[in-house]
Structures are given as C-alpha cells and as structure tokens.
C-alpha cells in the first residue's frame, strides 16, 4: 500500500507542489485516470497559509491538503454510477468515463477534496499521479517537485517509523496520507522593566492550567520575550506567573484555546 508523508515542519509555503500538479494535469488528457484539469478554480493539491497569533508574535505555518486517499472513502460508497474505486496500491481514482456527474461524491466528501468540472460534467480530484505511476515513476509529481523534503510518497511499510510519530487530518477517515508535525498553538509575550527601560532576560515563566495541575516553564531570553511552543489543545484557561529577583506578577486566567499575543509586559525588578 501507498502513503504520503507530510512533515508541516519542513513545509516553508513556496507552492511548487501545487504549481508541479497544474503543470501535470492542466491541458493533458490522462484517461482513465483522469481528464484535464481546469486551470483555474480546481486545485488537487493546495498549500493553505494560516497566520497565527498577532504582531509582533506571529507564525505562519503551511499545510498541503488533498485527497486523503481513505482506506472507507464515502465518496465510493455513495457513487451509484460505481466511477469510483480503490487500487490495490490504496490510492482511490475517479473513472471519467464512467462518472455521470451526479455531484454525490463532491457533497459527501469530508475534506473538500473533490472539485466538479461543469464543461466536462464530472467529478476531479488528485490521483495520486497513478498514470505517472503506473508508467515507472516512484513518485507523484507533486513530491517530485518539493524542494525541501516535506512531501514524501512510498511503501507504507518502509514508513512506519514516521507513521507511528505522524497524525491523520480527521480521525472520521482514516487514509493514505499521515501529516507529521503539526503546528501546536502558543502563548507568547515580552517582559519589560518600565522604570529601567529594559527587556528582562533569564526571567521564569510559568504557565498553569486553571483547571488543572498542569503547568509549563521557560525563560524570557535575549530580547526579553518568552514563547510557550506547544500550549495542549482544546479549551485551556491559563495563569502566567513571570519571577526574576525576587520580584513577580501574575496575569490572571485567560483563554489560550487559540494561539495568544500577551504584548508588552511590564515587570519592576526589585
């Protein structure tokens, strides 16, 4: 079975995957894997920017997203004209010839990840390449193209390393593509004395969960700034407690369920 592996830590947003599918399928008649692929308004690969936090303590991370691949694909179990099908390698394709253009698959698909062609009246999505694959290449054109190494593509049972340490982008469809490093969200902010007008470095800074005895601890460094990497998702209601010299201040409980700028903190050393 196939898989693609997508370390998000690599991935820097240059869209070469994405350009290499385009280049692939706009204008090129790859029947029975697929018919061409409009140059606008289809992309069966897409590198979606997200831009987390708020200035000056923002992260923008980047996340290929596609057809999953899924090992029970809903778009299959829906298709009553039977166009869809999964091969032996896992990778799941639309047959053109035998899509009626119903638009089933497209409502059930839980990912966005099939586009319907009005002028051809069927249904699209990425296919892994199959034609490319079947024809002796290794790998997708869109891993081909990756110049950093975030995209990969090959035997599941050569990856099972990466697999064990890789998430799925829904727990309700479990498929062929597994993502590793996901962005976790921050909590972040500056600390500063205002009668010195200085940052303060080496201060602690403890982050709590209000609800429970979790806590987390790192050190303002050169530029008086602390950065909490991976604050645990879902609802989190948080405490800060910043100490340096005997001196403290505390920020009351606030919501760090989505990444947090706390700002400018003003703190007198003693």
Known sequence: ??????????????YCCQIACKDEHVANDWT?????????????????????????????????????HCDNPECLNVCKSEAIYRREDGLVVIDPLKCTGCKLCADYCLHDAIYFNEDLNLAQKCTGCAH???????????????????????????????????????DSCKGRVYYLNRPKKFVAGTVYDP????????????LKDKYSDRSFSVETDNFGDFWFRE????????????????????IEPFDASSDVNLGDIPMRLL
């Open 1 to 14: 079975m196939k898989a693609f592996i997508v370390d998000l830590s690599r991935c820097n947003g240059c």
């Open 32 to 68: 029975p894997y697929a018919k061409p692929q409009p140059d606008t308004g289809q992309f069966w690969i897409k590198v979606r920017e997200t831009v987390r936090g708020t200035v000056p303590k923002v992260k923008i991370s980047y996340e290929p997203g596609m057809c999953l």
């Open 132 to 170: 490319l694959l079947d024809d002796g290449w290794d790998v997708p054109r869109c891993v081909d193209n990756c110049p950093t190494g975030a995209m990969k593509f090959g035997e599941e049972a050569d990856f099972q390393e990466q697999i064990a340490k890789a998430e799925y982008k829904s």
């Open 195 to 206: 009668v010195e007008k200085e940052v303060v470095i080496g201060a602690t800074c403890t």
């Open 231 to 250: 604050v645990p998702e879902g609802e989190f209601f948080c405490s800060l407690t910043i100490e340096k010299g005997g001196a403290r201040k505390t």
